[in-house]
Nanobody, 128 residues
Framework: QVQLVESGGGSVQAGGSLRLSCTASGYTYSRYWMGWFRQAPGKEREAVAVIYTGGDWIYYADSVKGRFTISQDNAKITLYLQMNSLKPEDTATYYC?????????????????????WGQGTQVTVSS
């Protein structure tokens, strides 16, 4: 059973930085997609950044390009999201997610329905 556990959320002022971590366990395969999603109150869960663990494919939502960086450690055990130049509109619960397969519809890489496993979420609050 795949388990994802996020950590690193908190409260910061606008312009500050946070680093989120997601520790993964239980995989029986080596290549899959992982990503960070976020959900603000009253809004749909949206993709922030996704990465293919078997290669160098990384994609960012337009709203975070140039400010956020997704990465993984060499053992592919931990997924990170470095968030810089944070804005109040980045305030949300951030979730780590993973697929159960290597192949997804690349045109729908940001579609949350393509991801099978989810962490419990970690809160990020950015004040102005």
């Amino acid at each position: 059973q795949v388990q994802l556990v996020e950590s690193g959320g908190g409260s910061v002022q606008a312009g500050g930085s946070l680093r989120l971590s997601c520790t993964a366990s239980g995989y029986t395969y080596s290549r899959y997609w992982m990503g960070w999603f976020r959900q603000a109150p009253g809004k749909e869960r949206e993709a922030v950044a996704v990465i293919y663990t078997g290669g160098d494919w990384i994609y960012y939502a337009d709203s975070v390009k140039g400010r956020f960086t997704i990465s993984q450690d060499n053992a592919k055990i931990t997924l990170y999201l470095q968030m810089n130049s944070l804005k109040p509109e980045d305030t949300a619960t951030y979730y780590c997610a993973s697929t159960d397969r290597a192949s997804i519809d690349i045109l729908r890489k940001f579609d949350k329905n393509q991801y099978n496993y989810w962490g419990q979420g970690t809160q990020v609050t950015v004040s102005s």
